[in-house]
Structure formats: C-alpha cells, structure tokens
C-alpha cells in the first residue's frame, strides 16, 4: 500500500511540474536602434511567445518617416525535449530627412495583451557613402570665405502643387427606405504626391469626422476597422492611390434625405528648396487642409403594398432543408426555412404558423451569419421549425411558410415561398398475435359484431378478482363434499 501511494505521489508531481513548465503567452515591443543614417530603415517590432498569432493592432505611424513594408520571423527553440516558438513582426520606417525626431508613447494589443512603449528619440545622421581618395584642391581653405564675406543665405523654400483630394463616396445617387446604402470616406493622391504628403494625428481626427457623417434615421452596420493602406485605383483614366479612412453599410428607416455635411482633414505637406544643396535639409514641414464635398441622397417610399411598412427591403433568395423523406403521423420532423443575399438581415422575420387540427408547428429556432467584404453586407439567416403532423396527406408548407419582400434592384416586391411538400402516411399499426383468419366464418362474424366501445383499463383486473373468488368457493365446497363422502 506504501509503495502505491508513493507512486500515485510521484505521478502527481511530474504532472504538476509539466504544468508548471507550460509558459504563458506574452508579448514585448522592441524598437531600433536609436542613431541611424538616412538611407537606413528605422525599425518597430514585437515578439510573441507561447501562443500563436491571432490579431494584432496597427503599428503607429511616426511624424517624418514613411511605413515601408513589414517582415516575419518564426524562431523555434527546443531544450530538454520542450519547444517553444518566438514570433517577431517587424516595421520599417524609412526618414524623409535627416535631423532629430521624438517617438511617442505608444501602446498595441497583440492577442488581446496590451504592450505599452515608452517611445525614443531618434537620430537620423546623413548618408553613409564610401569616400572618394582625398586629392590636393585649391579649395581646401574654403571654410575661411565664410569669415571674408559673410554666411551663404538661408534656403528659399516652395509649395509643390499636388493632385491629392478627400472625398466622401456613396454608391447609389438615391435609393430606397430600407435599401443598403455603402458610403466610404477615402483619401486620394498621386504617386508623385507621396513625396511631400503625410497623414498628421490621424487616429485623433478620425473621431470627429464620423461623428459628423453619422446619420440618426439608418440602421448602421459598420465594417471592421483595418489598417489605413493604399489601392491602386483610376480616377478619370490616371493612377490614383486611394486610402479607405472610414466605410458603413447604412439602411434608411424613412423617407428623410441623407445629408452628409463636408468634413475636414488635416495632412502635413513638405515644401522644398528652390535650390537643394546637399548636406542640409530641402525639406520645411507644413500644414494642408483637405476638405470633402457635401452629399445629399434621397430616399424614395416603397410602392403601395398592404405590408409595406413590415416587409423586408433585399435581394433575397430561399434554401430549404427537411431532415427525413419519411413521413407518419405523430412524429415530428424538422424543416428549415434559410433566406439568404444582400439586405439588412435584422428586418427578415419568418413567424410561427398558428397550429391547426392536422399539423403542430413548434420555434423557430433562428441564426444569423453577416459577412462584411468589398462594400457589400449580406449573409444568411435560418429558421428551424419542428412540425407534428397529426392526419395522413400532403402538408402544405407554402401556405405555411413565406416571406414577402420589396427587391430594390427589380424594383418590385416579391415572395419566397416554401417549394417542398412532404407527404404525410397513417401511423405505423402493432402487430398482433391473435389474427383473423380468413377460412374461419366463426372470427369472421365474431369480430364484425364486436363492441367498438372502449371499456375501462381495470375491467379485466376485476374479472379476475371475481374469477379466483368463484374459484375459491368452488374449491371450498369440492373440499366439504369429499369430507363428507369419507364419514
């Protein structure tokens, strides 16, 4: 018995130190060296470590230096026959100009862990290039002419004309209550234009701007927020880098105009040196506000319909489903009713026909899937009735099941109505022992008579009391009569 528990105790203990070996995951950021030359990358990563990656926010974008690309390692470490893996993703940055820059306190979240960054300052120094062989030159005196006739004059500094533009973009010129309107707020420029323009405290103006584009008569589905990263689009057949800063699906609940007032966005813009020189900076840091032009769209009635303010508005279509071919009174069976497109899913309802002498209806049991990708929202959504049917015969699921809808493409309101019909058999009769036998006249006319009353459970149960008491008084006299035979 000792030896057994001793055993237990060592097993015991080899698990929990298994368990205690198993680190938690956990995430730090590691941020460059602070002194680099200009045509070097200045660098932002983090590691991640006992877990895989899941999610992660976006990097910070940092005042003078442009996002260029990212880069990820997956470093697998295996002691004592344990492994780990260490997960790095890397930012580059590349400086616009040489000088000193502050990195802000940031913070990201990976995996749902927050990892706070106490920021830098940052020394870009200039261009690393071998020297040329030194050779004698006349020249080499020439720091003395500052002192004769006085320092060279400071730079003349111009506003290059850029093509960039902010623009609110809606992708229908009217439509109607309940329709899907996409509206996209987007930042437009030039390749060329990348070279002098930069975001400047984005994610502080952000807020205010949808604050403004914000309407109070829509049902709103917002898309997921992501990374502001440029498209390559054509805008009046020339290249165009396009920033998708903010984008939501909006369905009007009424008639009342959507009106988008013009919304401001600041962007730093560099101007440059008439006359570049090399080893100083060509660049002056400035300010440009760009403004989007107001929008109104209109929102048209439905056309007249009994149900027009309870339809759904969508391009709609119905997958059904049963889950058995075989139909008999008294089982139940479950059918699903799936409506599936473009629309705003939260209007579509199906409700539970009122039950009947021939069919119970039961739930409906209901789920929902959006998807939200390339402008558009649509999905699926599905109700799961359980049915009895109480009488053999065909069951009329499309006069049970329906949903009307007004289709804003066609312009005109439609059905989907349930297009399976199941057939429903008499139950399933016991088999017997006692059967009628055809060449017996006797059965044959003894069963046609019958009583089809129904009689009470216990009345056999009380012939049979009665039975044994008469057998009883039987047996009793039987017994007094042979006694009487042996006198």
Not at 319 to 341: H, L, M, N, P, S
């Amino acid at each position: 018995m000792r030896l057994f528990l001793i055993f237990f105790w060592g097993l015991f203990l080899v698990a929990a130190v298994g368990q205690a070996q198993v680190p938690a995951p956990s995430a730090t950021i590691v941020l460059g060296a602070p002194s680099f030359p200009v045509n070097e990358y200045y660098t932002i990563s983090f590691k991640l470590r006992g877990a895989p990656l899941e999610r992660y926010s976006a990097f910070p974008d940092l005042e003078g230096f442009k996002k260029s690309g990212k880069s990820s390692t997956t470093t697998t470490r295996i002691v004592n026959g344990q492994s780990s893996t260490e997960l790095t993703i890397t930012q580059r940055y590349a400086a616009y100009a040489e000088g000193s820059y502050v990195v802000k306190p940031f913070s990201m979240k990976i995996n749902g862990l927050t990892v706070e960054s106490g920021g830098a300052t940052l020394k870009v120094g200039p261009q690393q290039a071998t020297p040329p062989p030194a050779a004698a030159s006349p020249l080499q005196g020439i720091g003395l002419l500052d002192q004769l006739f006085g320092k060279p004059k400071p730079q003349e500094y111009v506003e290059p004309q850029d093509q960039a533009f902010l623009a609110l973009v809606p992708d229908k010129a009217q439509l109607y209550v309940g329709e899907g309107l996409h509206v996209g707020l987007y930042f437009y420029l030039t390749p060329q234009d990348q070279a002098v323009l930069n975001f400047y405290n984005f994610a502080s103006q952000l807020p205010g701007i949808i604050r403004q584009l914000r309407q109070r008569t829509v049902w709103e589905e917002s898309f997921d927020e992501q990374e502001v990263v440029p498209e390559n689009v054509l805008v009046g057949g020339k290249p165009f880098l396009r920033y998708r800063l903010w984008e939501a699906e909006l369905y009007p609940l009424n008639t009342q105009p959507l009106v988008f007032p013009a919304v401001e966005l600041q962007m730093l813009k560099y101007r440059l040196a008439k006359k570049p020189a090399a080893g100083l900076d060509n660049r002056l840091q400035g300010y440009k506000t760009y403004r989007s032009a107001a929008r109104t769209v209109p929102v048209l009635p439905l056309l007249p319909h009994p149900l027009r303010d309870q339809v759904p508005v969508g391009n709609y279509e119905l997958k059904e489903a049963i889950d058995r071919t075989t139909f008999r009174t008294g089982q139940a069976f479950a059918y699903t009713f799936t409506v599936e497109g473009e629309g705003n899913l939260a209007t579509v309802n199906v409700s539970t026909p009122a039950a009947s002498p021939a069919l119970e209806v039961y739930g409906p049991e209901i789920q929902q899937s959006l998807t939200r990708q390339n402008g558009r929202v649509g999905g699926r959504k599905s109700f799961r009735f359980r049915l009895v049917a109480l009488r053999p015969g065909p069951v009329a699921l499309d006069t049970l099941f329906r949903l009307i809808f007004f289709n804003p493409i066609k312009a005109r309101y439609d059905t989907l109505h349930a297009g399976v019909q199941p057939v429903v058999r008499g139950a399933r009769q016991a088999t017997t022992a006692f059967r009628t036998l055809p060449d017996d006249p006797f059965y044959r006319e003894a069963l046609s008579e019958a009583d089809s009353e129904l009689q009470p459970r216990d009345m056999y149960r009380d012939v049979r009391r009665y039975a044994n008491l008469l057998l009883v008084v039987l047996l009793a006299v039987a017994g007094v009569g042979w006694w009487q035979a042996r006198r």
